[in-house]
Nanobody, 118 residues
Framework: QVQLVESGGGLVQAGGSLRLSCAAS????????MGWYRQAPGKQRELVAT???????NYADSVKGRFTISRDNAKNTVYLQMISLKPEDTAVYYC????????????WGRGTQVTVSS
């Protein structure tokens, strides 16, 4: 069983910055493709940024140049640095883990709210 716990969300003005963290339990972190997704009210959950299974990164077009995903395998933690935030970035942000070596299992955190005021 994998547990993902997000933190770092909050209320910020447009143009501001936040850093989200996702701490993962278990010893599988180094083999997991980690990522961040978000869901705004009335919208479907969408990809924000992920590490692929090959270790490269993938970003939604809407966040390229503003968001950066990173990971610290020693701390079992993945981060999402967000700068130049816009009101349209307002959403619940979810941490995701994909485990191709463990039956392609998917795990989700409970989410952290990010609200960007104009």
């Amino acid at each position: 069983q994998v547990q993902l716990v997000e933190s770092g969300g909050g209320l910020v003005q447009a143009g501001g910055s936040l850093r989200l963290s996702c701490a993962a339990s278990g010893s599988i972190f180094s083999s997991a493709a980690m990522g961040w997704y978000r869901q705004a009210p009335g919208k479907q959950r969408e990809l924000v940024a992920t590490f692929t299974t090959g270790g490269s990164t993938n970003y939604a077009d809407s966040v390229k140049g503003r968001f950066t995903i990173s990971r610290d395998n020693a701390k079992n933690t993945v981060y999402l640095q967000m700068i130049s935030l816009k009101p349209e970035d307002t959403a619940v942000y979810y941490c995701h883990a994909f485990l191709p070596l463990y039956g392609n299992m998917n795990y989700w955190g409970r989410g952290t709210q990010v609200t960007v005021s104009s």
